[in-house]
């Protein structure tokens, strides 16, 4: 017997066996179809299969058997009707946006977002002739100013990079109700194990699953997660025209990656707490980022929205942009790069990287001074995470 429980599991357990079909020769994985293409008995049965007469796969950008186990795993930890997996973390955001958007519609989304989210809807989406609104998040009041007669959509990300400011998903979920919008939020940061949108009434989650979901840093992959009428229409009207589907092989390494999330999730947030408290109380180190810490604007939602703050810290060495440098270079254990989520503690400068396409104007008022950093806690031992720490301050 099998998979007769999955309501009753637990997140944990379900990251492992949710989903998880038993396949003809018993094999404890998930066999990867690594297929463009299935073979029909008939041409009555190809026929059958694309007037949707008949279930059967057809092709792999509509539908493959391993990827559609990705896509009921991460339903069930959603607590979606369905979910779709796609080539890329911004694959899943600009398939959620077009999913809902028309030429003429305009959305509302936090001034915070990732750099690439923020360039579609600044730029690629402005050429479509959707419009949007960026607006502090962490003011409800603004967010609800900022909606037009043609707005369609809410999105916002949190923890937000790179202060992680956390947003009132709840409040956010209302304001989409009262004014029958899509609310979409980017769940990357917290993984279904830690956040659940869809419970606080919001609804549309996306990832990028390149993050903590896969774990290793070797996928580029993406998660939309929703109700069946959006999730269809996003799979078989905006995923097969514009083409943004998952490898199967990505899918596949996704799924090893996921049996172990809930450890390695864990082993994230203690180390993030350790060195949060470490750096907050380092004379060194001047403002230190993490929803973690009691003096953070997100702390009060931990607990309720948020079950713990994650692995990613921020914080402002003393000095100026040079000794920042200085600092990474010096480090040894930690890696000097972008991306988080991953077993290696990453570190990267936001305005030398991540945000050097913002004016020095712009970086400033987003608060990204020069002597930023930002950390992706991994899964090392946390106590030499410290001492890398302290050899480079020498
Ligand atoms: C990385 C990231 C993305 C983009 O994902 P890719 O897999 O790199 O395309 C989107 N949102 C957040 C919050 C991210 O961290």
Redesign the pocket.
């Given at each position: 017997m099998q998979n007769n429980n999955q309501g009753k599991w637990n997140l944990a357990t379900l990251a492992i066996h949710g989903g998880h079909q038993r396949e003809a020769f018993g094999s404890l994985t998930t066999p990867l179809y690594q297929t463009a293409t299935f073979v029909f008995d008939s041409a009555e049965q190809g026929g059958a299969r694309f007037a949707g007469e008949e279930p059967g796969y057809i092709y792999t950008r509509l539908g493959n058997p391993t990827t559609a186990e990705l896509e009921r795993k991460m339903a069930l930890l959603e607590g979606a009707e369905d979910a779709a997996a796609t080539a890329?973390?911004?694959?899943?955001?600009s398939s959620a946006l077009l999913t809902h958007l028309h030429a003429g519609d305009h959305l509302v989304a936090s001034k915070a977002v990732?750099g690439?989210?923020f360039a579609l809807m600044t730029t690629q989406l402005t050429r479509l002739g959707i419009t949007s609104t960026l607006v502090d998040f962490t003011d409800m009041n603004a967010v609800e100013a900022a909606i037009k007669p043609n707005t369609k959509v809410l999105f916002c990300?949190t923890p937000v990079?790179p202060h992680l400011q956390v947003f009132d998903l709840t409040a956010m979920a209302n304001v989409a109700k009262a004014h029958n919008l899509v609310s979409i939020v980017?769940n990357?940061?917290m993984t279904p194990l830690l956040q659940q949108p869809l419970a606080m009434g919001i609804d549309m989650v996306i990832h990028?699953?390149?993050?903590y979901l896969n774990g290793h840093g070797d996928v580029?992959?993406?998660i939309v997660c929703g109700n069946a009428e959006h999730m269809h229409r996003l799979k078989y009207e905006i995923l097969k025209d514009f083409g943004g589907v998952i490898s199967p092989h990505d899918a596949w390494l996704i799924l090893r990656g996921l049996k172990t999330l809930d450890v390695r999730l864990t082993r994230h947030c203690d180390n993030a707490e350790v060195l949060a408290e470490y750096l907050d109380k380092h004379p060194k180190f001047s403002q230190v980022f993490y929803p973690g810490l009691s003096h953070h604007q997100g702390h009060r939602f931990i607990g309720n929205q948020m079950k713990r703050a994650g692995g990613v810290i921020a914080f402002e060495l003393k000095g100026n942009k040079q000794d920042a440098i200085n600092f990474v270079n010096r480090l040894g254990l930690f890696t000097i790069a972008v991306?988080?989520g991953d077993a290696e503690s990453l570190i990267q400068h936001p305005a030398s990287m991540t945000h050097s396409p913002y004016t020095p104007e712009a970086r400033l008022a987003a608060g990204i001074t020069d002597n930023l950093l930002r950390i992706s806690v991994g899964l090392e031992n946390v106590q030499d995470l410290i001492a890398d720490i302290e050899q480079a301050l020498l």
């Open positions: 890329s973390g911004m694959a899943a955001v990732y690439c989210t990300e990079n980017d990357t940061f990028s699953a390149t993050k580029i992959a993406g991306s988080l």
